[in-house]
């Protein structure tokens, strides 16, 4: 007899659109209870879906979101098919229409640059997460004509982050 009722309650849920349903329990009193969405329709990679890769890197601790094209052979995976297939990531957000991946990087993220003196013209070079620098730009501010305190901070190298910090300072330069 019980178990008939619920069953019939159970029925008289699928086929409400609302949370709220009214139980009439053994007493006959009614009473709310919120059904909670147990069988939620499990969502999975679509080819419009956008990645992201969020890396913070560990020595200067900041962290770049980059959006890159979505592999291929991620559609129609689910969530826990992302975490079993990539285990560095952490998935941050998952939904159709985002996803984002999360880890920790080694060393520098790729916005830091050093401004130095290279035969008398000023330069720049860009930083790798290894420290390892690369010609950036090469201006055509000639050193000659800078004050001494700017040549000597030119010979040590001027570290800056950022692009629009790099560009204030040749323009500081200039
Ligand atoms: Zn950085």
């Not at 178990?3 to 009473?31: F, K, L, P, W």
């Not at 200067?60 to 979101?65: A, E, F, L, R, S």
């Not at 979505?70 to 559609?75: A, H, I, Q, R």
Request: aromatic residues 8%; proline residues 2%; glycine residues 2%.
């Amino acid at each position: 007899m019980i178990n008939g009722n619920s069953s019939s309650i159970q029925e008289e849920a699928v086929r409400t659109d609302s949370n709220i349903i009214t139980v009439n329990n053994v007493e006959g009193q009614t009473r709310n209870t919120i059904i909670m969405q147990t069988a939620s329709i499990e969502e999975k990679v679509l080819p419009t879906t956008k990645l992201y890769l969020e890396k913070k890197y560990q020595d200067c601790k900041h962290t770049v979101k980059t959006e890159v094209e979505l592999p291929v052979e991620m559609v129609n995976m689910t969530k826990e098919e992302m975490e079993e297939n990539y285990p560095d990531w952490t998935i941050k957000e998952f939904s159709k229409d985002e996803i984002v991946l999360y880890r920790l990087a080694n060393g520098l993220c790729n916005e830091h640059f050093v401004i130095s003196d290279e035969n008398g013209v000023v330069v720049v070079y860009r930083l790798d997460e290894d420290y390892n620098k690369s010609l950036y730009e090469k201006t055509d501010i000639y050193t000659e004509y800078l004050p001494s305190q700017d040549i000597n901070r030119l010979k040590e190298g001027i570290y800056v982050y950022t692009v629009s910090d790099l560009n204030s300072e040749l323009e500081n330069l200039e």
